[in-house]
């Protein structure tokens, strides 16, 4: 069987997906059920539907396009990835995963092969944490990690909960029909730019993904006292920024401390209230992630913060609030996709690496009802969620073959 | 001559402006040429004719309200304050100067008195700097501190330059005009709550201003490099929002370190970008408000900040630059109006001390074309910029009694 990408086709689709942006190109901002992700959701379904797969969405969002195969009643075999993206990301990632995903089904198409089991695109809702505070929120509530009532409970910073915002954008059905149930997929593999410079620096076009880093998210309200930057004299303040300053800096002194790589904790959200140069900050919110291949040193960082968040409240005699957004489990790698993968590589000529992720996917939540794995392919400098991200049209080249190779290997 | 201000009016049209506000009450919130400022200058320009007063709005929006006296060619004495509001800020900020001022004039209608000069109430536009990063603009202009040509330049954070926002609301004229001719007043007054609190502590219901301090404002911009928060290696981050955290906190040491309690600086905005939870900050802004009544002590502080700003970036491999948005002298106030005043008080027998004021004001400006002088009158616990900012009907009233004693005397 010859697998043949339309690598040409390909980059254009992912160009013209990149053109739903609410930022200026190169940069890409894509914020879940905006007006730009509706029309982005739009045009990868029109795409889906013209390689003849029938459609399906869900009450949050997520779309599943199905190839049918010869034997409808044993498990699909799934692919696919997330087409938002944070504000001023790039263009690949998340798109690599849905387009790529599409072209490798094509491709499967046009070699004659026909799948025993049916192969599912997926594309999932919000795997970003822009607008509802919470990464994955599709595959979460797929997977039973996220309970219909907790997601009711979300609101984006405007106070818009998200049912609002889904009947907003159509979508009307009960959240409570979202979970799939377990082992509903035969298995699940995501292509993914790697996110970071490891296959680059090694000049290795393929990893194999074995295991995904556990990510925690904190969130930090922070109240003190405002009043005039003129009249209010510097030992009588009780300034929210201040101590939010602190606390970022204790954020960093925590995930250095550890003295392991693979720790790294980030504040990426500061908002400083009433935010006037001539008001003192009487309030301050931080959004705070943590993430570690391991666990327990992932856990010891978040208690260290906590107790940095109490020292500086209390030397500063403001209120320090912390709130833990999501604290997930790391995933492994089922066999049943690292095997397939690592052969494909092997009857491909590619040549590739088994690695870890550290940042984290949808895969990780679908590793919860069906075997996952992911393929990574490299990505210039290691650069990702900025408007110079870039893969190369060969990697993006390779990463297809060997998912299509893998989904025709597991749908047989 | 009896001078009884209308003192359930006045509170009744001080509750009634401030519900021109996009903040949910008791926070106000009324950001120059936003919808809710605009119907606020259409309702109190609307009580400027009900007194019979003669209305002129100059090119960037300052309102003249003129009671004619009975020698017109003689310079007019005027009064006034701005209407215009910080996030969440109180209901008698600026405004007291404003419908005080009116009430002040009304009671002189009332009493029978017949100015020989004209007596004008003036209402600033932007005294506060939030929309476009200037405080007192109106009064810079107005004075010749600003040049028409800096004034062309200035944008909100939306890119909106001033002249459009000007066109927008309705006011087309060349800000060429704005200018007034030195000693254009024969003397100006203000009447303001103090935004501190020593009247209140020492318990004496009126200040009289004898100097403003010199108010400075920086605006500091940090790019350093972004990326995603899983994927970038501690030691590899180059962190804007962290610069601007330790540029923050090296803000208050300067201020702290010159063991002065009249030094006081303020980071009061600090915009972090992206502003994605799993983003690395690429890049920070901060805004940061600098006082101090005596000149040399703040631009040793300015120097301070400065250094700090470079050695910050230089140790975090960041960008920072320092912007010095404006650096006002300190201004005196003038002995025609101070001893007008305390004439005032003793003729009313009420109690007043000399101070300082360390907020400053659109007086600051005026004192540069005209004799200028300011009254204050407590608020509680000090407190401004708030939505809890208060100042009670007896002291707003003695306020009022004062001014229109002073505009009385200097119009003779």
């Not at 901002?29 to 795409?47: G, I, M, N």
């Not at 880093?213 to 920024?241: C, K, N, Q, Y």
């Not at 494909?344 to 940042?359: D, H, P, Y």
Request: glycine share 8%; net charge negative; aromatic share 4%.
């Amino acid at each position: 069987m010859q697998i043949t990408p339309d690598l040409s086709r390909l980059l254009n689709e992912l160009e013209t997906l990149a053109s739903f942006s609410d930022a200026p190109a190169p940069a890409v901002t894509r914020v879940v059920f905006s007006a730009q992700d509706l029309a982005a959701r739009a045009y990868v379904q029109k795409l889906f539907s013209a390689a003849a797969l029938e459609l399906r969405t869900d009450a949050v969002g997520n779309t599943f396009a199905r190839w049918a195969g010869t034997d409808p009643n044993v498990p699909a075999v799934a692919t696919g990835s997330h087409t938002d993206a944070v504000p001023h990301a790039g263009r690949y990632d998340g798109t690599v995963g849905v387009l790529g995903g599409l072209e490798a089904i094509r491709a499967l198409q046009r070699s004659g092969f026909r799948p025993r089991r049916s192969i599912e695109l997926l594309t999932f809702t919000s795997e970003e944490p822009t607008r509802f505070g919470i990464g994955c929120l599709g595959s979460r509530l797929l997977s039973g990690t996220l309970s219909p009532e907790s997601a009711r409970q979300l609101k984006d910073s405007d106070g818009k909960s998200l049912e609002e915002a889904l009947r907003q954008a159509g979508l009307d059905g009960s959240l409570e029909n979202v979970r799939l149930a377990n082992q509903f997929y035969h298995g699940f593999v995501e292509l993914h730019i790697e996110q970071g410079p490891l296959l680059e620096r090694k000049g290795i076009p393929i990893g194999i993904v074995t295991a995904i880093a556990a990510p925690a998210t904190l969130r930090v309200r922070i109240e003190g006292s405002g009043g005039h930057a003129g009249a209010v004299l510097m030992p009588d303040r009780r300034d929210a920024f201040l101590a939010a300053a602190e606390i970022a800096l204790a954020v960093e002194s925590v995930a250095k401390a550890t003295r392991s790589a693979d720790s790294v904790a980030t504040t990426g959200v500061c908002n400083v209230f009433p935010g006037a140069v001539n008001s003192i900050p009487s309030r301050a919110v931080l959004e705070i992630d943590v993430r570690d291949t391991d666990l327990a040193r992932r856990d010891v960082m978040l208690s260290a913060i906590r107790a940095a968040c109490e020292a500086i409240g209390v030397k500063r005699q403001v209120r320090v609030e912390v709130e833990l957004i999501n604290a997930d489990a790391p995933a492994q790698a089922s066999p049943l996709i690292t095997e397939a993968l690592s052969a494909s590589c092997q009857a491909l000529g590619i040549e590739f690496m088994s690695m870890v992720s550290r940042a984290y996917h949808d895969s990780l939540f679908l590793s919860r009802i069906a075997p996952t794995g992911m393929i990574f392919i490299p990505c210039r400098n290691g650069v990702s969620h900025r408007p110079d991200e870039y893969a190369s049209p060969e990697d993006i080249k390779r990463g297809v073959q060997v998912l299509a190779s893998a989904l025709a290997q597991l749908a047989q």
